[in-house]
T-cell receptor, first 114, second 113 residues
Framework: EAQVTQNPRYLITVTGKKLTVTCSQN?????MSWYRQDPGLGLRQIYY???????DKGDVPEGYKVSRKEKRNFPLILESPSPNQTSLYFC?????????????FGPGTRLTVL | AQSVTQPDIHITVSEGASLELRCNYS??????LFWYVQSPGQGLQLLLK??????LVQGIKGFEAEFKRSQSSFNLRKPSVHWSDAAEYFC???????????FGRGTSLIVHP
């Protein structure tokens, strides 16, 4: 079954404690992306990756890092989380078969930073 | 730069009534247009998409959308809403060359029994 998985699904942490949210896909998609969703703001892109070792900033990259060492994984790293990073995070992927235009989303990670 | 406007933050309909969710976009060339649905506690699922051709596109769950170039719109419709349609709906636009979509802020659909 084609899927995008995220872990953890829920996380409560404290300011400054480094954390990583993992994203994995089994569709061999080249394109992977991270979004955050906040009430009234819709989805905003944080970072995206067109392939292994190729990453680029989205609209709201400050305070986040990513890496793409393997095609299937695209972890989101918060080196020093702050309360304004409390949000719902989604990983999404897309492949060449749809010219990268159709995105498949993970189930989301709800992060609370105290 | 491309942009998407969903003018309605909330829409309330009765079960069995028809539905239309509005989406307007701003983009110079022919856009690629999408509607996604987000059920409570879930990720986003693609409902339908328009790339070219017939301007009336059919999607899953009985939804359809019509691309109107003259109005820069891509409104989502359903003739008879079911309680299970209660969700957040997102319109998105991308170009053929840039596969990075821009999402609207979403419309929350509330369905009354």
């Amino acid at each position: 079954e084609a899927q995008v998985t995220q872990n953890p699904r829920y996380l409560i942490t404290v300011t400054g404690k480094k954390l990583t949210v993992t994203c994995s896909q089994n569709m061999n998609h080249e394109y992977m992306s991270w979004y955050r969703q906040d009430p009234g703001l819709g989805l905003r892109q944080i970072y995206y990756s067109m392939n292994v070792e190729v990453t680029d900033k989205g609209d709201v990259p400050e305070g986040y890092k990513v890496s793409r060492k393997e095609k299937r994984n695209f972890p989101l790293i918060l080196e020093s989380p702050s309360p304004n990073q409390t949000s719902l995070y989604f990983c999404a992927t897309a492949g060449a078969a749809s010219s990268y235009n159709e995105q498949f989303f993970g189930p989301g990670t709800r992060l609370t930073v105290l | 730069a491309q942009s998407v406007t969903q003018p309605d933050i909330h829409i309330t309909v009765s079960e069995g009534a028809s539905l239309e969710l509005r989406c307007n976009y701003s983009y110079g060339a022919t856009p690629y247009l999408f509607w996604y649905v987000q059920s409570p506690g879930q990720g986003l699922q693609l409902l339908l998409k328009y790339f070219s051709g017939d301007t009336l596109v059919q999607g899953i769950k009985g939804f359809e959308a019509e691309f109107k170039r003259s109005q820069s719109s891509f409104n989502l419709r359903k003739p008879s809403v079911h309680w299970s349609d209660a969700a957040e709906y997102f319109c998105a636009v991308s170009s053929g060359g840039s596969y990075i979509p821009t999402f609207g802020r979403g419309t929350s659909l509330i369905v009354h029994p």
